[in-house]
């Protein structure tokens, strides 16, 4: 069992950043990948970025790919999500996710946070 909880929301005008955490329980953090997906208002979830259980391979949807880094940090049992250049269309709640592979869909991530609030006026 995998507890996840995300932080670091907020209000940000566009082309501002913020950075969200996701921390984990569970001594078992380390053999998980995680993701972070994201859900606007009338939308369905999407991808947005993954990570594989030892950092060493990332995934990025088009359309931060070069705005948004992921990265974990194993020793504090905590993902992060750096998004800069922000955008209005950025606007969603974001969701870390952890799967025991090394996913884009949602559909096989096994554990979800509660999503964090972001919001990006333009």
């Known amino acids: 069992q995998v507890q996840l909880v995300e932080s670091g929301g907020g209000l940000v005008q566009a082309g501002g950043s913020l950075k969200l955490s996701c921390a984990a329980s569970g001594r078992t953090f380390s053999s998980y990948a995680m993701g972070w997906f994201r859900q606007a208002p009338g939308k369905e979830r999407e991808f947005v970025s993954s990570?594989?259980?030892?950092?060493?391979?990332?995934r990025y949807a088009d359309s931060v790919k070069g705005r948004f880094t992921i990265s974990r940090d194993n020793a504090k049992n905590t993902v992060y999500l750096q998004m800069n250049s922000l955008k209005p269309e950025d606007t969603a709640v974001y969701y870390c996710a952890a799967a025991k592979g090394f996913y884009v869909s949602s559909r096989e991530y096994d554990y979800w946070g509660q999503g964090t609030q972001v919001t990006i006026s333009s």
């Open positions: 990570i594989n259980w030892a950092g060493a391979s990332t």
